[in-house]
């Protein structure tokens, strides 16, 4: 069998992930085409990858009506261009893995679900937090019937100095800030291990009392490569939800880019009737057993790590692809996740409850 040749549009920072995931399955993909807006980073990720100069383009409709061979394709662009590329892609015939958010709100999301459907294509959604091992852990804990009944979740995602400039802040690019770059993530996994439940409503509130940080260089957790002195920055720096299920279960949010917190963190606690789990620096797990509290912990390391994850999420898409695996983050879920960030935004909005 040839090997799937493999497309990447907007090459920017999170698109090396997806190249070395896909330089790690050399059997089954051959890197082949880069597309990217920006002149100088295509060139850059060009020569640093050997895509050869007549395979890398400034426009994605030139790519894919030039190579129709491409069999798949990842979409890195900044959140705005998600749908349009992801659906250019479906339409010319490719299996698209696009990254997180799934779209701008779920709207686009859904002519996103609608064109692959159309299609008959896979589109898988970057929600990589699924394919670490904390995650799988827990899965299996969830399978053996550890949590019982998991009726309340905290989803948190802070940092104190954390907005990455370039677009991130720019609402017109990115649809919003924390809730829309790392509420996703922690939200979808709280949401995934709990058994992917429907949302119902939503209440929310958003701020923006401190801004970007820009004065303070210490400690940026994640630096957009277009990161500038006079970026836009009209997001919110905060927010905090409530996320109604429609089997009852709750999941509270909180994150930010910005906050006066000594403890910034990306963490979920999931809490059942039987069991409870914190997934953060490490994993941890709590239950009563034989009439005593117990806490328990691992000796091997189940904790996130950010490349390998990268790698399972591209294994994940290529076996998909390849009819070896079950899609493990279908576009209806990431339907569903973009419902709950509209009503986010929309509760925060009017002061309401939203529901979905
Ligand atoms: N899964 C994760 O942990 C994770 C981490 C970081 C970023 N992301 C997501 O990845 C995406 C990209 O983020 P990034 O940090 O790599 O940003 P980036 O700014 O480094 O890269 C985005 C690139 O897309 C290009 N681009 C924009 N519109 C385009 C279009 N229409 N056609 C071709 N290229 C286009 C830009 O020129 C830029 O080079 C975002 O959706 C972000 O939310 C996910």
Known sequence: MSKLKAAVIGVGGISECHIKGYRQLKDDVEVYAFCDINPDRLKYMGDTFGIPEERRYLDKDEMLKAHPEIDICSVCTWNSAHAECTIAALNAGCHVICEKPMAMNGEEARAMKEAADRNGKLLMIGFVRRHGRDAKTLIDFVKGGFFGDMYYAKATYVRRNGAPGGWFG???????????DLGVHVIDLCKYIMGNHKPVSVYAATFDKIGDRRHLEESK??????????????????????????????IS??????????????????????????LGDEVTMASDLCGHLVDLSFPSNK??????????????????????????????????????????????????????
Request: net charge negative; aromatic share 10%.
């Open 303 to 356: 904790n996130f790590v950010f490349e390998e994850s990268f790698d399972a999420e591209i294994k994940n898409f290529v076996d998909a692809v390849l009819g070896r695996a079950e899609c493990l983050a279908p576009a209806a879920d990431g339907v569903s996740l973009m419902d709950i960030i509209d009503a986010i935004y929309k509760s925060a909005a009017t002061g309401s409850e939203v529901k979905i």
């Open 221 to 250: 957790a994640w630096v957009s490569t277009g990161r500038a002195k006079n970026d836009i920055f009209d997001v919110e720096d905060f927010a905090t939800a409530l996320i109604r299920f429609d089997n009852g279960a709750i």
């Open 253 to 278: 949010l909180e994150t930010s880019f910005s906050l006066n917190t000594a403890e910034p963190r990306a963490e979920i606690e999931i809490y059942g009737d039987k069991g409870g789990a914190k």
């Open 170 to 180: 720019d609402k017109s690019r990115s649809g919003g800030g924390p809730v829309i």
